[in-house]
């Protein structure tokens, strides 16, 4: 009933119809599969052949097409002159709003000419679709990884031994087992969860846990090599792990992110990304704090290379200092950069965002949580997950050099730990208490404490204050049961993000979200219960909210484009020297809030330089270049470039200002009068 | 389209320019000469002649394009008749990665040649060719290779892969490339007389300078590499092919651009790479692999950075073993660590190897230009002098200077000239009269062609040692001990006697793959318990819990293991070994 009422609310803004018959139909009361998105996908570029294009980028190990749909005034064009906006979404798999956003903006995008204009958007709804099925297809349970075959456990099968749901209620989850050597109990407090034993507060483990289902090979392990392959939120190659369970042979060994990596080298207009998924960089910043491997401030040099470059190996360089030592013992004409120097020296990669970028970040944020104000989702929730090692986002920010931003939509809402009521009454102050005392609390607040205690019901206030009134009891005494009494439940035992999800299964899910403990004959394991969190309740909201969340939310992007570096020729003067020598001067200016290009763009050199160029018939250039480089203009900053020029006869010249990702400009000037 | 039309007329061209005498493929013929250096379309001809000339010990694949869509082949030396390929170690060997390191190239042909011909002739041959399999990549950058011979260049040219980067950052890509303006088919140094100059003529040999001290005169001023400013951005030769490094586009511990100059955009941009690698994933029974460089006369192993720590002490142990003998049969080369000695590298194909792979890896940097002498005894033993005891030698990353007078009377006296290009007048559009003049592309990086034999049998016979040492696992049953009513004791010994274990340690302590089975099976027994045979005097057995009928172990380099199985029933049973890298066995007992 309350689900249906919602729908009905909400189905005026959601259940978009497009206003041009014979168009597909989307609508965001449900979450769409993998095969439903790329129909929707596939049928939107027919419709709209003239504003959208489609880009296969790779086939799965499990035979799932990625696609990035290309939307915006010039598809297809070889040399595009507005910059190109990346959009990628749910390379967990399991993050299945995340997709529903994008699909969200994609239908925003082709029905507003207005909001697609000025930008080309790519967009990939789906970045892990063999995960992202997982969602459809019962039972359900959180895995990351892609459908290609790992051998888990390094035995002699692969993909043997996967769970099972063993109580038929669609969802895996936990079973616990009680065993001499079990190190778990569950939590005094919450008996619902479970925590490790911990010997310091006297506590001795008595279940061992398991993922739910059975020793299919008989090896004494449970469902330790099913069929989830490879995370390919992790297979980027910004700090990837190599020799990790789930992360990929090597960065851009799954298909999917290799395919991306093709995609975006292909597409140089691309100046920004955002990334749907379970970070938040609109939120919070890129974060620091990372161990650098070297101090570029304070190099050591090997002994090796010291000796080489006959320098003392036991102090320290900078890289100023070698590089000066580099030019002098290298032949003439051989070119020596600060990078094939770093190479040589192998000092690494940087690893923590660059100070002057986190200042753009941090003011967006602010910009963010305003926003998020207004459209009223700026309820307390748990925090987003931190961008993780060989993740997209990481890549995007460090190795593409662009502003790189992220949206996770949702995350469970926080549960206030219950403020101690000061006044309460406890053992210690009944302790304390004289039988005056006790009585002057009145009936209704001793009423309070026994129901706060987890007295029995029976007993009532007016059986203790006869109790005290008539000798047999005293408050000294009653402090004495109390320490003796059961503790009651305390619904914040356990750990936040635990306590969020029981709390909003109970309000929102009807229990669902939490499988309570039933037991089960296990095959091998005997006697088990099998309960526990239900796995993707905590990361997938419920259908009834994505309306609201992607339609609140995903317009954010639309001030975020809006910031984007625009490069402008704001002025050019010329200045007659005489002799037919002409000064001229162009101010190349930034009118976007973001630098163009970032900090990090800056130092990795991927983004070029702004290109000015001047061309003139009958000139000669006598100072300056005809293709000028202007290496970074930062956000609402203005540069210059000047030329000397000799001209006989009155003539124009034409300036030209080229960028890959933040447009181009150009003007025409007389020199020496018209022509 | 369009691209491949260019690409079909550079290579139609090509056949008619190279079609004259020295670098004709029908100069190819079986056995292969090594007197002289092939180009691409000889090589290609020399592993097709191969091929058919042993048809039954050989096969040819084409493992994909390089980015000019060059085929890059790959020639399979193996005895189908003694097992299938997968069955056997594999030793995987290649060359010319860089395009100009082009000797790499005639190593690898050099092997293949002799171990076909020598096939049946030589008993130790036959036998390693019977036992192993080979995979032989001539030509890992066939572009580097086809422009590095036939374009203008230095020794050092069309290194990279042919994917256009915009060196200078001006927008352009590949827009100001040196140009050979005497037409000699070398990229020399430009000089021009300046009293400005830094330098001056050598006393002693007039083609050399000296560079002059601070405050003092100066005779010439080096103008930098043979060209002109192509894109009139005022600077010469800026901006030449690529550059993307194939050496550092590998997926192991790779590093962007700004980290390490040539890395490509992301790890396997390089479409050619990404061919060999899957090529070599797909023979999981690689164990050993070389690949061939030049230069500077050493054997280098990883870690390619400081980063990766140090490998596990097993593999230390067989690399040293290795290495060291090489270092025997190459005189004068040094078998070296490879951040530690040299310089760190990021994503290189070596790591890639023995990281993710899990093989036993060298790179070989063939040809130290130091050995180009001209010396008495006597004089040879004073320059050994002169050179400080801590000048390791191999002449540092661009030739040792105090070698040059040597190597010049070299060049004039056993090379006749052919290295060396004096200096000539030359008109420069923007510098004036100047000269053009110095070493020749086919020089200081590459030996001679009278020296090449050696070169190459010398680094071959370092590759068919450390195959000889590729795992040899024998399998023995001992005979069963009755312990009980129905139940038997068998006990089976796994022995390798060579040097290389059926797993690297590396490989084991990262779990890279599973390591080998022993499966014992029989149709009317039971294996009730099973393990590692620690002790074989006190019967110390450390059984495995579950399924004691397969056992997961390794055999390490000269050493055996051992295991123990109560088994219970009568009849037959197997004893199935099966490793990646030290092949399949089968045996049979009866337990009566």
């Known amino acids: 009933m309350i689900s249906k009422l919602l729908i009905s609310v909400f189905s005026v803004p959601f259940l978009i119809s497009f206003l041009i018959g014979g168009q597909p139909d989307i609508n965001f009361t449900k979450y769409h599969n993998p095969k439903e998105i790329n129909k929707f996908l596939v049928d939107l570029v027919k419709s709209n052949n003239t504003i959208s294009r489609l880009h296969k980028i790779a086939d799965t190990p499990g035979r799932n097409s990625v696609y990035v749909v290309e939307i915006g005034d010039q598809v297809g064009m070889k040399n595009k002159t507005v910059p190109g906006i990346l959009v990628t979404a749910n390379f967990g798999g399991i993050n299945s709003l995340a997709s529903e956003a994008s699909l969200f903006l994609i239908n925003e995008l082709i029905k507003s000419k207005e909001k697609r204009s000025g930008f080309t958007w790519y967009i990939l709804p789906v970045g892990n679709p063999d995960a992202a099925w997982r969602y459809f297809i019962k039972p359900l349970y959180a895995d990351k990884g892609n459908s290609k075959p790992i051998n888990d456990d390094k035995d002699d099968m692969t993909n043997e031994d996967g769970v099972e749901d063993l109580n038929g209620d669609g969802v895996i989850t936990v079973m616990r087992v009680k065993d001499p050597e079990g190190k778990f109990i569950s939590i005094p407090g919450n008996k619902k969860l479970m925590k490790k034993a911990d010997w310091l507060k006297g506590e001795r483990g008595i279940y061992k846990l398991y993922s739910e289902g059975i020793d299919n090979d008989g090896d004494g392990k449970y469902n330790e090599d099913g069929p989830g392959g490879v995370d390919v939120s992790l297979n980027f190659p910004h700090l990837f792990k190599p020799f990790t369970k789930k992360g990929g042979d090597w960065p851009g060994s799954e298909a999917e992110v290799f395919g991306l990596f093709k995609f975006v080298f292909s597409h140089d207009d691309i100046a920004m990304t955002m990334n749907y998924g379970d970070t938040n960089f609109c939120l919070i910043p890129p974060q620091g704090g990372r161990k650098s491997q070297v101090d570029m401030a304070k190099i050591k040099v090997p002994e090796r290379m010291g000796k080489f470059m006959g320098i003392d190996t036991d102090r320290t360089y900078s890289m100023k200092e070698i590089m000066e030592v580099v030019k002098n013992i290298v032949p003439a004409g051989f070119e020596v950069t600060e990078s094939m120097v770093a190479s040589f020296l192998g000092l690494g990669a940087i690893v923590n965002p660059i100070k002057g970028d986190l200042k753009f970040y941090e003011k967006i944020s602010e910009n963010y949580k305003e926003y998020l104000k207004k459209v009223k989702l700026d309820g307390k929730r748990l925090d987003p997950k931190k961008a993780k090692d060989g993740s997209f986002v990481l890549w995007s920010y460090y190795h593409l050099g662009i502003p790189t931003f992220s949206m996770d939509f949702w995350t469970l809402p926080k549960v206030e730990k219950k403020k101690k009521d000061k006044n309460a009454i406890t053992a210690e102050t009944l302790e304390k208490m004289t039988n005056e005392e006790f009585l002057a609390l009145g009936k209704e607040k001793i009423e309070k404490f026994l129901r706060s205690v987890n007295a029995p019901k029976n007993i009532k206030a007016e059986f203790l204050i006869n109790g005290v009134k008539n000798g047999v009891m005293t408050p000294k005494k009653m402090a004495g049961f109390m320490k003796n009494m059961k503790k009651p439940e305390d619904s914040s035992a356990g750990t936040p993000e635990e306590i969020a999800i029981i709390d909003f299964s109970d309000k929102k899910l009807g229990g669902k979200g939490f499988v309570e403990w039933k037991p089960f004959d296990h095959p091998t394991l005997g006697e088990v219960e099998i309960g526990g969190i239900s796995p993707l309740s905590k990361i997938v909201p419920p259908k009834s909210m994505i309306g609201d969340l992607v339609s609140k939310q995903v317009p954010f992007i639309f001030d975020l484009v809006g910031k984007l570096p625009l490069i402008k020729i704001s002025d050019v003067k010329v200045v007659d020297l005489g002799a037919g020598v002409f000064k001229i001067k162009a101010w190349i200016e930034n009118r976007g809030f973001l630098p163009y290009p970032t900090e990090m763009g800056k130092k990795n050199g991927r983004i070029g330089s702004v290109i000015i160029t001047l061309n003139g018939k009958g000139i000669k250039l006598l100072n300056g270049k005809r293709r000028s480089i202007i290496k970074s203009i930062g956000g609402n900053s203005i540069e210059s470039v000047e030329w000397l020029v000799l001209t006989v006869k009155p003539t124009s010249v034409r300036i030209k200002s080229e960028t890959r990702i933040a447009s181009s400009d150009s003007i025409s000037v007389n020199v020496g009068g018209k022509k | ?592």
């Open chain 2, 1 to 592: 389209m369009k691209r491949n039309l260019i690409i079909g007329l550079i290579l139609i061209f090509s056949i008619t320019l190279t079609g004259g005498e020295k670098f004709s493929p029908d100069k190819v013929t079986i056995p292969l000469s090594f007197d002289y250096y092939y180009s691409y379309e000889m090589v290609v001809t020399a592993v097709k002649k191969l091929n058919k000339a042993f048809p039954e010990l050989s096969r040819l694949d084409v493992v994909g394009q390089s980015d000019e869509g060059r085929n890059i082949y790959a020639l399979t030396i193996n005895n189908p008749k003694t097992g299938k390929e997968l069955d056997k170690p594999g030793i995987y060997v290649d060359g010319n990665i860089h395009g100009n390191e082009i000797q790499a190239t005639e190593v690898t042909l050099y092997l293949a040649n002799y171990l076909l011909t020598n096939y049946g002739i030589n008993d130790q041959i036959t036998s390693l060719v019977d036992r192993k399999c080979f995979y032989i990549v001539p030509i890992v950058n066939p572009d580097g290779r086809y422009h590095f011979l036939k374009d203008g260049g230095t020794a050092s040219s069309n290194r990279g892969l042919r994917r256009p980067k915009d060196d200078d950052g001006d927008g352009l890509f590949d827009e100001d490339f040196p140009d050979d303006l005497d037409g000699d088919g070398n990229i020399c140094v430009m000089r021009k007389k300046d009293p400005d100059g830094d330098f001056k003529t050598h006393p002693d040999d007039p083609r050399l300078m000296v560079r002059v001290k601070k405050g003092k005169k100066g005779e010439w001023k080096i103008l930098g590499s043979e060209g002109i400013d192509n894109d009139g951005d005022g600077k010469i030769n800026e901006d030449a092919e690529g550059f993307v490094d194939p050496n550092r586009n590998w997926g192991f511990d790779w590093a962007p651009d700004y980290v390490q100059s040539g890395a490509g955009d992301y790890p396997f941009s390089g479409v050619g790479l990404k061919a060999i690698s899957e090529y070599v994933v797909n023979r999981p029974n690689i164990c050993m692999t070389w690949l061939f460089h030049n230069t500077g006369g050493m054997f280098l192993r990883g870690p390619s950075t400081k980063s990766q720590g140090v490998y596990p002490k097993g593999d230390v142990e067989v690399y040293d073993f290795l290495g060291n003998q090489a270092e025997r049969m190459v005189p004068g080369y040094r078998y070296l660590i490879s951040w530690k000695d040299l310089y760190s590298t990021y994503g290189d194909f070596g790591e890639w190897m023995s990281m993710t792979q899990g093989t036993y890896n060298f790179v070989g940097e063939l040809y130290m230009s130091s050995q180009e002498t001209f010396s008495t005894i006597k004089e040879t033993e004073k320059k050994k002098r002169a050179l400080s005891e801590d000048d390791e030698g191999g002449g540092g990353f661009f030739g040792d200077k105090r070698l040059e007078h040597e190597r010049l009377r070299f060049d004039d006296h056993l090379n006749q000239g052919d290295s060396y290009i004096e200096w000539k007048a030359f008109k420069h559009p923007v510098y004036g009269d100047i000269e053009i003049g110095g070493w020749a592309k086919l020089s200081t990086r590459l030996s001679p062609p009278f020296m090449l034999k050696d070169l190459v049998h010398r680094n071959a016979s370092a590759i068919i040692f450390s195959a000889k040492h590729t795992p040899e696992v024998s399998l023995e049953i001992l005979k069963p001990v009755k312990i009980g009513k129905g139940l038997y004791r068998v006990r089976t010994v796994l022995s390798n006697t060579k040097a290389i274990p059926t797993m690297s340690f590396h490989s084991k302590l990262k779990k890279l793959y599973p390591e080998d089975t022993l499966k014992v099976s029989g149709k009317s027994t039971r294996v009730v318990a099973g393990g590692t045979l620690i002790d074989k005097y006190t019967d110390k057995v450390l059984y495995k819990e579950y399924k004691p009928e397969v056992q997961f172990l390794t055999v390490p380099g000269f050493s055996k293991v051992e295991h123990q199985f109560l088994i219970s029933g009568k009849g037959e049973v197997k004893f199935h070994y099966s490793s990646r890298h030290g092949g399949k066995l089968l045996k049979t007992i009866k337990l009566k």
